[in-house]
């Protein structure tokens, strides 16, 4: 095993992770507004997680070929469903009062959804975050499959020469990942949490002043 | 016309493979899931007397939840060789992990004066845990249920990693040699597959919501 394998994986999910974020939480702010195209966002990003994930990049495959760009597109569409369903939960369970105080403000639309309701929503979206890049450290290891690179070379390559050893590593390297990652991320979670639960009332009266 | 006729070809001489691959796939699922609830349920209800345990028990399974069905199949392989045995295993291995935690997490989560109420009306350790909190549960163990059965639909493809079939030999070998009808052939019937079942036990767990929580106002 070496450096690049594990600096290919950790590139792929990285990029893949935050084109989620981007198009996540904007299909989780339109699915908030338009509830019944909402329901059709929802219903489909569901449908492509239950999508067996070597299936899923082998469809990809046939269009865009092999190698990375194949599996990231792929760990975009399958990691979808946490960011776009917490970020339409968070923006729901917004309280009414909030909401209704920011509209008595004078706010827009838009305003509210910036400076009440996406801050206020934050704890949430960061669980999704957290839970979508979990799931693509382990389904990254299908990008071996569709000439993709990362760890899913070493765990292939072991059993195919049936080394032991080489899967073991791989698989520790693989659960060291998704560990650290969830770890640091609850952690940071925490800060954000406390951040956003603070004080939003007198927050939210500052920013309108603005 | 000729993309019909060679569509037809295709099925003739593909189709039975399919048709056999297709089942292959199904009855991976359904051993293995089903030998997994069994064993998870069991477990879960044996631990959920010792909450400690259970809670040690929910972070080491959350732990090897994130290691990649693969490396089950591979490592098992080494062992035990290239059978439908090695895949059988891993996958259940895999798929316990989920309806294990759900069940000791749904049972944890039951509400105490349900089990205050059960305790007053007499009912014995044993009594409350079958007729009160397993059923306030189920909700939350079928969604463990609905997740491995998802996770097994899409490792079952790997089955065809060390020769043991499934539909994983179509999207594999269509992988392998740049044949783009072998993938969908292989791709879109293990989707459908995953997709079905899901819906059919997300049906079922409505079900036995509905009927929890008329329990509940009965009560």
Not at chain 1, 52 to 62: E, H, K, Q, V
Not at chain 2, 118 to 130: P, Y
Not at chain 2, 188 to 207: C, D, F, V, Y
Request: positive net charge.
């Amino acid at each position: 095993m070496t450096w690049e394998m594990i600096g290919d994986h950790l590139f792929i999910v990285f990029i893949a992770v935050a084109i989620t974020m981007l198009i996540g939480i904007l299909l989780g702010i339109i699915s908030y507004y338009f509830k019944r195209l909402g329901l059709i966002i929802l219903w489909l990003v569901e449908i492509l997680q239950t999508i067996p994930a070597l299936a899923l990049l082998g469809l990809i495959m046939i269009v865009l070929g092999a190698g990375k760009v194949t599996t990231i597109t792929g760990l975009v569409l399958y990691s979808l469903l946490p960011v776009v369903q917490n970020t339409n939960l968070g923006l729901k369970e917004v309280d009414e009062g909030v909401k209704d105080a920011a509209r008595g403000m004078g706010m827009t639309r838009t305003q509210r959804l910036f400076m009440i309701e996406l801050p206020l929503s934050m704890p949430l979206i960061f669980t999704g975050f957290r839970i979508s890049i979990v799931n693509a450290i382990g389904v990254a290891v299908f990008g071996a499959f569709v000439g993709g690179g990362g760890l899913g070379n070493i765990l292939y390559q072991g059993i195919r020469v049936q080394n032991a050893r080489l899967i073991l590593q791989g698989t520790l390297v693989l659960m060291l990942m998704a560990f650290v990652f969830d770890f640091g991320m609850g952690y940071l979670q925490k800060i954000v949490e406390a951040k956003t639960t603070h004080n939003p009332d007198i927050e939210s009266d500052d920013s309108v002043s603005m | 016309m000729s993309g019909v006729m060679r569509m037809t070809e295709w099925f003739n001489r593909y189709g039975n493979m399919l048709f056999t691959a297709t089942g292959t796939h199904l009855l991976y699922v359904v051993i293995c899931v089903s030998i997994a609830f069994v064993v998870a349920l069991s477990l879960g209800l044996l631990l959920s007397r010792k909450p400690r345990v259970a809670n040690v028990i929910v972070a080491v399974a959350s732990i090897l939840q994130t290691i990649p069905g693969i490396v089950f199949i591979g490592v098992l392989f080494l062992y035990l060789g290239m059978t439908p045995l090695t895949v059988i295993v891993a996958l259940t291995i895999y798929a316990i992990f989920p309806i294990l935690k759900n069940t000791l997490i749904g049972l944890s989560e039951v509400p105490f004066e349900y089990k205050d109420a059960a305790k007053g009306c007499g009912m014995s350790s044993k009594q409350s845990l079958f007729q009160v909190e397993l059923p306030l549960a189920m909700p939350t163990i079928l969604g463990g249920l609905k997740m491995s059965t998802v996770f097994t639909v899409s490792w079952a493809v790997l089955a065809s990693m060390i020769g043991q079939g499934g539909l994983g030999d179509f999207v594999y070998i269509g992988i392998n040699t740049n044949n783009n009808m072998l993938i969908i052939a292989g791709a879109i019937p293990a989707a459908i597959m995953a997709i079905i079942l899901s819906i059919l036990l997300t049906r079922l767990q409505n079900k036995v919501k509905l009927r929890v929580s008329g329990m509940a106002v009965q009560s």
